[in-house]
């Protein structure tokens, strides 16, 4: 304690005038207006109901009696006045106070310090966001709610947080690629991005922005799951999946092609995981400050120029498909739900080879959310796709034909290739899943039939 004690100060005095447990609550009251920011020595200090020993000791150190009511009153500025004057502490109350108790820090001061060291920890996502304004939104959103400080201790783990943070997103999104390994080569630890990591709760809270999706979406490890791919980031090479039925091979004789054109020749769908893919040359999204964008790697041939590939979300049409045509099916690739990684992975592909996608999906909020994505990744390559009986028309026969159930309460969503299509099914509330209209959808494709591989 010595190391506090200011020059002049007598502390044997002064422990046994203002340092003993019966003058404690004196003491507490200076610390709180100290720690408050208050004059420590203006004012009084009450205390109720006191004891007689608190009494006695304030007669000591006052030197007078403190009256005689049923609360006991010291004027600060009596005691401050004593203890210079008797020389116990020169420096008056104060010093006296933190002399006993030890430095005792304005709680303004220290919050104002801690908002300036926080705000300093921000700082690499502040240079993130100015070379990716698509980020503003979050970063804005972790100011407000705090995140930043609810997953570090202190404002040097939050910088380091940050840090890591920032050079994740800069490698988001991704054209195809698994969480360890985005975690090892980003910031140096295979599991820094598994579930319940401080952070992974600042990137997921980043793709939800991106994405436009709420906190409630990825609740769950299916929806993480989506979260994750929706950027390009897969789990593993293995979970990972595209149903894919009679999709043209390219020209080589790799392990991939040679698949293909076994399925495409017996007519059966294939089940291809990342891992599969991971052999085709690779279409890379670049996120720019205005725009997202795919480049072709040059090894990759445009040899599917005006080959349509239809798309579709459930795996009951590509059943179907390959049950009434086998191989003469016209290229068909069913999602099974929202695009996986190896899903944009074989579009991407697909889109530059040359080929033109169209869509079809379930008329509900999430098929609608899919089809944009769709919509979305190929606008990126440069070669925008096309619904497929997806629009108001197809609709409106649905409900015409009495199909369909009633539509779940969800977070609607625009339809930009055709605006009319969100008010139609806001206003008919009913959904209507692919398993409904697939006689239809095998009609079109019975219609553009091909040559057996």
Same mark, same amino acid.
């Given at each position: 304690?010595?190391?506090?004690?200011?020059?002049?100060?007598?502390?044997?005095?002064?422990?046994?005038?203002?340092?003993?447990?019966?003058?404690?609550?004196?003491?507490?009251?200076?610390?709180?207006?100290?720690?408050?920011?208050?004059?420590?020595?203006?004012?009084?200090?009450?205390?109720?109901?006191?004891?007689?020993?608190?009494?006695?000791?304030?007669?000591?150190?006052?030197?007078?009696? #403190?009256?005689? /009511?049923?609360? *006991?009153?010291?004027?600060? =500025?009596? +005691?401050?006045?004593? $203890?210079?004057?008797? %020389? &116990?502490?020169?420096?008056?109350?104060?010093?006296?106070?933190?002399?006993?108790?030890?430095?005792?820090?304005?709680?303004?001061?220290?919050?104002?310090?801690?908002d300036r060291a926080w705000e300093s920890a921000l700082e690499p996502l502040d240079r993130l966001a100015a070379d990716r304004p698509d980020l503003?939104?979050?970063?804005?959103?972790?100011?407000?709610?705090?995140?930043?400080?609810?997953?570090?201790?202190? #404002?040097?783990? /939050?910088?380091? *947080?940050?840090?890591?943070? =920032?050079? +994740?997103?800069?490698? $988001?999104?991704?054209? %195809? &690629?698994?969480?360890?390994?985005?975690?090892?080569?980003?910031?140096?630890?295979?599991?820094?991005?598994?579930?319940?990591?401080?952070?992974?709760?600042?990137?997921?809270?980043?793709?939800?922005?991106?994405?436009?999706?709420?906190?409630?979406?990825?609740?769950?490890?299916?929806?993480?799951?989506?979260?994750?791919?929706?950027?390009?980031?897969?789990?593993?090479?293995?979970?990972?999946?595209?149903?894919?039925?009679?999709?043209?091979?390219?020209?080589?004789?790799?392990?991939?092609?040679?698949?293909?054109?076994?399925?495409?020749?017996?007519?059966?769908?294939?089940?291809?995981?990342?891992?599969?893919?991971?052999?085709?040359?690779?279409?890379?999204?670049?996120?720019?400050?205005?725009?997202?964008?795919?480049?072709?790697?040059?090894?990759?041939?445009?040899?599917?120029?005006?080959?349509?590939?239809?798309?579709?979300?459930?795996?009951?049409?590509?059943?179907?498909?390959?049950?009434?045509?086998?191989?003469?099916?016209?290229?068909?690739?069913?999602?099974?739900?929202?695009?996986?990684?190896?899903?944009?992975?074989?579009?991407?592909?697909?889109?530059?080879?040359?080929?033109?996608?169209?869509?079809?999906?379930?008329?509900?909020?999430?098929?609608?959310?899919?089809?944009?994505?769709?919509?979305?990744?190929?606008?990126?390559?440069?070669?925008?796709?096309?619904?497929?009986?997806?629009?108001?028309?197809?609709?409106?026969?649905?409900?015409?034909?009495?199909?369909?159930?009633?539509?779940?309460?969800?977070?609607?969503?625009?339809?930009?290739?055709?605006?009319?299509?969100?008010?139609?099914?806001?206003?008919?509330?009913?959904?209507?899943?692919?398993?409904?209209?697939?006689?239809?959808?095998?009609?079109?494709?019975?219609?553009?039939?091909?040559?057996?591989?």
């Amino acid at each position: 304690m010595t190391d506090r004690i200011p020059a002049g100060l007598d502390m044997p005095r002064l422990q046994r005038l203002l340092g003993s447990p019966d003058t404690a609550w004196l003491v507490d009251r200076v610390a709180e207006r100290i720690a408050s920011g208050t004059e420590p020595a203006h004012g009084t200090a009450t205390l109720a109901d006191p004891a007689p020993a608190q009494r006695r000791a304030l007669e000591l150190l006052l030197g007078r009696p #403190p009256g005689r /009511g049923k609360s *006991l009153t010291a004027r600060l =500025a009596d +005691v401050d006045t004593v $203890l210079r004057e008797s %020389g &116990i502490s020169p420096d008056g109350l104060v010093a006296a106070v933190q002399a006993l108790r030890g430095p005792i820090a304005v709680r303004r001061e220290v919050e104002t310090a801690a908002d300036r060291a926080w705000e300093s920890a921000l700082e690499p996502l502040d240079r993130l966001a100015a070379d990716r304004p698509d980020l503003t939104p979050w970063l804005q959103q972790v100011r407000a709610t705090g995140l930043l400080k609810r997953q570090a201790t202190d #404002p040097i783990a /939050g910088a380091g *947080l940050a840090e890591q943070a =920032a050079r +994740v997103l800069s490698a $988001l999104p991704h054209p %195809g &690629i698994v969480r360890p390994i985005l975690a090892a080569q980003t910031v140096g630890h295979a599991h820094a991005l598994d579930d319940g990591r401080p952070l992974t709760a600042l990137v997921l809270s980043a793709i939800r922005s991106l994405t436009g999706l709420a906190a409630s979406d990825t609740a769950t490890s299916e929806g993480r799951r989506d979260a994750w791919a929706g950027a390009g980031v897969a789990a593993d090479d293995l979970s990972s999946r595209i149903l894919a039925l009679n999709v043209p091979p390219p020209r080589d004789e790799g392990f991939l092609p040679r698949l293909l054109r076994l399925g495409a020749a017996a007519g059966q769908p294939l089940v291809l995981t990342l891992r599969d893919l991971n052999s085709l040359p690779t279409a890379t999204t670049t996120t720019t400050t205005t725009t997202t964008t795919t480049t072709t790697d040059h090894t990759i041939a445009a040899d599917l120029t005006g080959t349509t590939i239809s798309v579709c979300e459930n795996p009951a049409v590509v059943s179907a498909a390959a049950t009434a045509l086998g191989s003469t099916c016209p290229p068909l690739v069913c999602l099974e739900g929202t695009p996986s990684v190896a899903a944009n992975r074989l579009l991407r592909q697909l889109l530059a080879r040359g080929a033109n996608l169209r869509y079809h999906g379930d008329f509900d909020w999430g098929g609608i959310r899919i089809a944009t994505s769709v919509f979305n990744l190929a606008e990126q390559s440069g070669a925008p796709a096309a619904p497929w009986r997806y629009d108001s028309a197809a609709y409106l026969e649905a409900v015409a034909r009495r199909l369909g159930t009633a539509l779940p309460q969800a977070k609607t969503r625009d339809t930009p290739w055709d605006p009319d299509l969100r008010h139609h099914i806001e206003t008919h509330a009913l959904r209507v899943e692919e398993e409904h209209v697939i006689d239809t959808l095998l009609t079109d494709l019975t219609r553009h039939r091909t040559s057996p591989a």
